[in-house]
């Protein structure tokens, strides 16, 4: 947790002193709704299955915008806390997922002004979320107890670190100094890069939220 922390100081820094390099920049805090899904795939004896989890959760972030001085370009820097639910999409199973991440995102924008009071962003770029916590819980079928399995414990090959490129748009309420977002993440990595047998992609998952602009 302590090495979180530095590493989230170190981020606000970073966007501040960057920030400042350009003609202006402002802060803003929100949050919103995240629809997730994790596509997987195991090959066992030259057996190759397919299977789908997907869920709801919700995200909270603190960004600073600035204006290049482009036309209208600029860049956005995020940092998130988000939470997620999973669960199969299909089959019978009761297995469920519970994850928390920490996470950063940098995003070129170019603001269309619609009004005085309206604007339309849209915006691209990478992000990387850290893995706090991931959790499966599942009744076993023998014994009818539920069972809760550390994903991210010694043995597991599930990594914390992923990537994911986000494209989207906010409308920008002037007056109001808030901001709506939508966006889509799409996972760049196998979750699983050290196992043949297992590949695990997250995404796309889409956003939906709320901030407000200092």
Do not use: C
């Not at 003609?23 to 795939?41: D, H, T, V, Y």
């Not at 992923?162 to 901001?179: F, N």
């Amino acid at each position: 947790m302590k090495k979180i922390l530095i590493l989230s100081i170190a981020l606000v820094s970073g966007m501040v002193a960057f920030a400042q390099e350009g003609q202006g920049f402002g802060l803003s805090a929100g949050g919103g709704m995240i629809m997730a899904k994790q596509k997987s795939s195991t090959s066992i004896a030259g057996q190759k299955t397919t299977s789908t989890d997907s869920g709801v959760g919700f995200y909270f972030n603190a960004g600073l915008s600035s204006d290049l001085g482009l036309g209208g370009l600029g860049y956005t820097m995020d940092l998130f806390f988000d939470h997620w639910f999973l669960s199969p999409d299909e089959g019978d199973g009761d297995a469920t997922v519970r994850e928390n991440y920490l996470g950063y995102a940098l995003a070129l924008d170019i603001t269309f002004n619609a009004s005085e009071t309206l604007a339309l962003r849209p915006f691209f770029g990478p992000g990387f979320s850290y893995g706090l916590s991931s959790k499966t819980k599942w009744t076993n079928p023998v014994s009818k107890q539920e069972e809760t399995m550390n994903n991210y414990d010694k043995d597991s090959k599930y990594q914390r670190l992923y990537s994911y490129l986000t494209i989207g748009a906010d409308v920008l309420i002037k007056p109001a100094h808030l901001r709506l977002r939508g966006a889509v993440d799409f996972g760049m990595w196998d979750r699983y890069s050290s196992v043949k047998e297992i590949t695990t992609k997250d995404g796309p998952n889409f956003r939906l939220g709320i901030a407000y602009l200092f």
